[in-house]
């Protein structure tokens, strides 16, 4: 695809998450970082993502919102970065990248904000329980190298970047296999490249 690809970001949000989805491809795009109270409201931001919220990216003429869903396309667009696998291997792919768009996002938010759902409530909220989110995640990340068809992938940045904030934080309970998850990604030169990026685009302090 030789289409623009235009990014909308800001260096204090999820949009993190794209970003290094971004420098994972290696394919050229240009940067907008827009700012919460304004720019992110703005009719023109609003036509593009009416929850006013960031990351966004623009492909073309494709428009696509929500993390987990821009890796999932970023992988499919451009195949050649070798970040998704064979269609027939996607089993562990696509489950962990919305296990973790969906129960982990959840629970984690839920704990945080310090709402329990009550034990016979549990079935309602879909996640279950914080803890039964935490020992499947473990399950999912211990004793391998990367999350899905032993190589890293999409998911791997998807479900890192919330091991990797949620350790950093104290949102996502220090255990050995989160550590040592995290510990296999965050050395990768996509990463570095996209922290010093989104680093540097970090508002100056007066």
Same mark, same amino acid.
């Given at each position: ?61 494709? *428009? *696509? ?81 990367? #999350? ?23 949102? #996502? ?34």
């Amino acid at each position: 695809m030789t289409d623009e690809l235009v990014f909308y970001g800001n260096p204090k949000s999820r949009a993190r998450i794209v970003r290094w989805m971004l420098e994972e491809t290696g394919i050229p795009y240009r940067a907008e970082m827009l700012d919460f109270a304004t720019t992110m409201k703005s009719p023109a931001y609003l036509a593009i993502n009416p929850m006013g919220k960031v990351p966004a990216i623009v492909h073309g003429k494709t *428009v *696509v919102t929500e993390c987990a869903a821009i890796c999932a396309y970023l992988a499919d667009a451009f195949p050649e970065a070798g970040l998704a696998p064979a269609p027939k291997d996607r089993g562990d792919y696509y489950r962990w990248l919305f296990f973790a768009a969906g129960p982990v996002e959840a629970a984690v938010t839920n704990n945080a904000l310090g709402f329990t759902p009550p034990e016979e409530r549990r079935a309602m909220v879909g996640y279950g329980s914080y803890g039964a989110v935490m020992d499947t995640l473990e399950q999912a990340v211990a004793n391998k190298q990367f #999350i899905a068809g032993g190589r890293f992938s999409a998911a791997d940045v998807y479900v890192g970047s919330h091991i990797g904030w949620g350790l950093q934080f104290g949102s #996502i309970e220090k255990r050995k296999a989160f550590e040592d998850y995290w510990a296999r990604l965050k050395g990768r030169s996509a990463y570095l490249r996209a922290t010093a990026l989104d680093d540097a685009a970090m508002p100056k302090k007066n």
